[in-house]
């Protein structure tokens, strides 16, 4: 799927790649589903942040920390991002 700006779309699969890349970068074990709690400190934001805009050239810009405290799967980042760019981002379920 592609955008009229030929930029691609990040779908859930996406996100929870990034976020399993972070945690295993972290040193964390086990498997990271879409619905696997994780926590999103400052290192996993940066990589977020970073692999969003290398990967899909989406500029993700830090929210308040009242937002990212509520991050605690690759689900509620992905329904995050579907609302703040329905444009770039698929329908969260």
């Known amino acids: 799927m592609k955008t009229n700006f030929d930029e691609p779309l990040i779908t859930g699969d996406d996100i929870t790649a990034i976020i399993a ?5 972290q040193g964390a074990e086990g498997r990271v589903d879409y ?3 994780v926590l999103i400190d400052s290192v996993s934001f ?3 942040q970073h692999v969003l805009g290398f990967r899909f050239r989406y500029d993700l810009q830090p929210p308040d920390s009242d937002v ?3 991050w605690d799967s690759a689900r509620s980042v992905h329904r995050y991002l579907a609302g703040l760019s329905p444009d770039r981002v698929v329908a969260a379920s």
């Open 35 to 37: 619905d696997t709690e």
């Open 68 to 70: 990212i405290q509520t």
């Open 21 to 25: 890349e972070c945690m295993a970068f």
């Open 46 to 48: 940066i990589w977020l």
